[in-house]
């Protein structure tokens, strides 16, 4: 092999494991090590905000890697049709690098989590092996939630929602009590419809792959009404947390992002709503690019709210 294959060999692994989509879930695990820190009772600030959440940030990301791989595996009929382009229809990676790719970054984000261990505790380690299995519930038969409708959305809002978020949590502090359950729910209910955005770009692979996704079972208009509430009712339960002494960050904080965040959903609803047949004309509709916009300012101000 050349310098030159050997090269294009290692892009295609890049590509396979989709670098873009792993900034949310390191953002997100430090995001929630960050409240974590500023959340009553304080913690000590340099070892609890850098190590572990920095290994713990790792972790999110090589996961998200093995899942990307994992997905495209069981996808290849479907990307075939919808992103020939890709390196396993493309043919650059065969199935078997896939497999080695997903074995090899499933085992490191496990053996990193197990390295994130405050006070000895290993929560972090068991939420994240409970995140491994629902990826596989997603992606891999016989379950394969992906093909079920709103199960898929579930599974992924599971894992890279309320999980995650605990997980970040458990960076720093213990997960028994009520607060890291309460922001990781409000991030589950945001991607149990916002994750749907991916779907109607790639209706006409997943009808032929037998994938049932809400756009294919409801049609583009009522699907778009249908997950149009996630994008806002979530956001409402910021002010709500604050005001019931649930979140302990800065209060006139929290609500300036419960505001801020209601505010673009709706905004989001709008750009969805005011022409819903363009979400399954465009490659990549405006509003797919919002929800992870939407996910890194709600990440960023749950940091700043309890971080000052």
Not at 97 to 121: C, E, K, N, Q
Not at 231 to 249: D, K, M
Not at 271 to 292: C, Q, T
Request: net charge positive; proline share 7%; aromatic share 12%.
């Amino acid at each position: 092999m050349t310098p030159g294959d050997r090269a294009s060999r290692w892009r295609a692994y890049i590509a396979l494991g989709r670098p873009f989509t792993l900034i949310a879930p390191a953002l997100g695990m430090a995001s929630g090590a960050a409240t974590a820190v500023g959340a009553h009772p304080p913690e000590p600030w340099l070892w609890m905000l850098v190590v572990y959440p920095a290994i713990g940030a790792l972790m999110a990301a090589v996961l998200n890697a093995g899942n990307n791989a994992l997905n495209q595996i069981y996808d290849l009929d479907i990307d075939r049709v919808n992103k020939p382009k890709r390196p396993l229809p493309s043919g650059r990676l065969t199935v078997r690098d896939a497999w080695v790719f997903t074995v090899i970054t499933y085992v490191a984000a496990l053996v990193l989590a197990w390295l994130v261990m405050p006070g000895g505790r290993h929560g972090c380690f068991w939420l994240v092996l409970g995140a491994v299995v629902a990826t596989f519930i997603y992606s891999a038969p016989p379950l394969r939630t992906k093909a079920r409708g709103l199960w898929a959305n579930i599974t992924i809002a599971i894992p890279r929602g309320t999980l995650l978020k605990v997980a970040g949590w458990s960076a720093v502090k213990p997960i028994t009590g009520l607060e890291p359950w309460y922001i990781g729910l409000i991030f589950g209910l945001f991607l149990l419809g916002a994750s749907t955005t991916k779907d109607f770009a790639d209706m006409e692979g997943d009808r032929q792959g037998g994938c049932r996704t809400l756009p294919l079972i409801y049609g583009v208009r009522r699907a778009a009404w249908i997950i149009s509430p996630s994008f806002v009712v979530p956001f409402l339960l910021i002010p709500i947390g604050a005001w019931t002494g649930i979140l302990t960050g800065h209060f006139w904080l929290l609500q300036a992002l419960g505001a801020v965040m209601t505010i673009y959903g709706v905004y989001v609803c709008y750009l969805m709503l005011r022409r819903p047949e363009d979400l399954a004309v465009e490659a990549n509709h405006v509003s797919w690019a919002h929800m992870y916009r939407m996910m890194f300012v709600a990440q960023i101000g749950f940091a700043l709210a309890y971080l000052l």
